[in-house]
């Protein structure tokens, strides 16, 4: 069947501290070159940082600088929508529509739920249980169809094909009826490409690179110093034997493989004609370069970034505007969902 939907892409970030070297090649560099051939809709997800406690003063602060971030890595608000989610409330309304849709079964089968939850499962908040729900209303409130993350979001983005076809499938008569043909929302494409879909941590080459890990010494932050970037990477593990000259010999070795990826995403080439040029030879050499090339690629970002911080009026000044494009595209399709469901609509 062919789609009838124009393609349209969404995806967001959470507001939860500084975005490190994960979220750009893993969502970014992606996010940046979607640009020139989709409508791009980016959103600092706020409503989605808040599942878990957070300081209001810190969070205003975050959600300033993370706009700030994707502004300065080059997401360009008169191509793209960039806006904050809590400003277009049709997200929350059409998430509430999806808690009625979503199964209980669904949700209990999340595995990012139980690595936040752990063991203080009765004690976490209902909201951070029901994210996964948030990301589909957020990304079908647009009918988006395509929705560029890193490896991490692929369980999160299938619950909202899920949703999308259950709610076509449960109103399939109220949507016909409705004039609104065959299928409502469009089942959304997970977007999970390029060379750096899983970038690990730089303590521990087998857990993600995260923002909640408690070292900083993990990750390496879009704000970091070129002083902290070389020190992060000097002190990266790694393991005792040299890199080795042919990809398979990576295998088992998660460390040098992270930054050898790591590497390669950063300079645009291959894993194999790295491992040529640095195959054989001891870790130092190859983390100097390594420094060298995250320098290269983020004190631009860094640079441009506090530029942008040092006027936050214009920070919010295009969250005020992306906010005001986005709910006209909202808008429409939650008052087609209301007539679908059933809900009388405000004269
Ligand atoms: P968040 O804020 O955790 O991460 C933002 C993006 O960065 C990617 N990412 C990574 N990619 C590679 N390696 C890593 N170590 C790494 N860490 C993070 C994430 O996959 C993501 O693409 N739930 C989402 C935000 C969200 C969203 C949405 C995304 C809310 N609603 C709708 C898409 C569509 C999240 O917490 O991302």
Redesign the pocket.
């Known amino acids: 069947m062919t789609t009838p939907f124009a393609p349209r892409v969404?995806?967001?970030?959470?507001p939860?501290g500084n975005l490190?070297l994960?979220?750009y090649?893993?969502?970014m560099v992606n996010w940046i070159a979607m640009q020139s051939t989709h409508q791009c809709i980016y959103?600092v997800?706020d409503l989605?940082a808040i599942t878990v406690a957070q300081d209001p003063v810190a969070l205003r602060r975050a959600i300033i600088e993370v706009t700030a971030a994707y502004l300065a890595c080059g997401l360009d608000p008169k191509q793209s929508i960039i806006f904050n989610q809590s400003q277009v409330a049709e997200h929350a309304e059409l998430a509430w529509i999806f808690n009625c849709v979503a199964r209980l079964g669904w949700l209990n089968r999340m595995t990012q739920f139980k690595e936040k939850a752990g063991k203080d499962r009765e004690n976490v908040a209902v909201g951070l249980y029901a994210?996964p729900v948030?990301?589909a209303a957020?990304?079908l409130v647009y009918k988006a169809t395509h929705?560029?993350?890193?490896?991490?979001?692929k369980q999160?983005?299938e619950l909202s094909r899920d949703i999308a076809q259950k709610f076509n499938m449960d109103f399939a008569g109220s949507i016909a009826s409705h004039g609104f043909g065959e299928v409502f929302f469009p089942l959304p494409e997970p977007m999970i490409t390029g060379p750096?879909?899983?970038?690990?941590s730089l303590r521990d080459g087998t857990k993600?690179?995260?923002?909640s890990d408690v070292s900083d010494y993990s990750r390496i932050n879009l704000t970091d110093s070129p002083e902290a970037i070389a020190q992060k990477i000097r002190k990266a593990k790694t393991d005792p034997e040299p890199l080795p000259s042919e990809e398979k010999g990576l295998a088992g070795r998660a460390e040098a493989e992270n930054l050898v990826g790591i590497y390669a995403a950063l300079t645009g080439a291959d894993v194999s004609s790295v491992l040529g040029e640095f195959g054989g030879g001891q870790f130092s050499r190859f983390k100097t370069a390594l420094a060298d090339a995250a320098v290269a690629r983020l004190s631009p970002i860094s640079a441009d970034m506090r530029r942008w911080l040092d006027d936050e009026g214009a920070v919010e000044a295009v969250l005020a505007e992306g906010s005001a494009r986005a709910r006209a595209i909202a808008a429409p399709v939650m008052r087609e969902v209301r007539d679908i469901v059933g809900l009388l609509r405000s004269r």
């Open positions: 969404f995806s967001g970030m959470q939860t490190h994960g979220n090649l893993g969502a959103c997800v989605h994210y948030l990301m957020d990304i929705v560029p993350v890193g490896d991490d979001q999160h983005l750096a879909t899983r970038v690990m993600k690179m995260s923002k």
